[in-house]
């Protein structure tokens, strides 16, 4: 049984700087995130495998968000920089077997963490 637990998320402003982490307890392989704003479907944001040297990021996001993670931790990061607003969303951690980017894909998921972009 995996369990994920969520934290960093609040507000802040465009241009700014936020990191999400998310702890993780169990058996562990792929670790990412996904995002939903109201209104919307969730979406892929970042994925990294087991060693961390492999990682991907969805268009929206390349170049401003980097994920990471500390396996002695079983901890994954979501470095957010210069956000904007569009990225206002509920931001879930995800744990899987493959990095894919459709949800159905994650067997595993934190109960989300809101992150709210001021202009």
């Known amino acids: 049984q995996v369990q994920l637990v969520e934290s960093g998320g609040g507000l802040v402003q465009a241009g700014g700087s936020l990191r999400l982490s998310c702890a993780a307890s169990?058996?562990?392989?792929?670790m990412g995130w996904f995002r939903q704003a109201p209104g919307k479907e969730r979406e892929f944001v970042a994925a990294?495998?087991?060693?961390?040297?492999?990682?991907v990021y969805a268009d929206s996001v390349k170049g401003r968000f980097a994920i990471s993670r500390d396996r002695a931790k079983n901890t994954v990061y979501l470095q957010m920089n210069s956000p904007k607003v569009e990225d206002t969303a509920v931001y879930y951690c995800?744990?899987?077997?493959?990095?894919?980017?459709?949800?159905?894909?994650?067997?595993?998921w934190g109960q989300g963490t809101q992150v709210t972009v001021s202009s």
């Open positions: 995800v744990v899987g077997d493959t990095i894919r980017e459709e949800p159905a894909a994650w067997g595993y």
């Open positions: 169990g058996r562990i392989y792929v």
């Open positions: 990294i495998n087991w060693s961390g040297t492999s990682t």
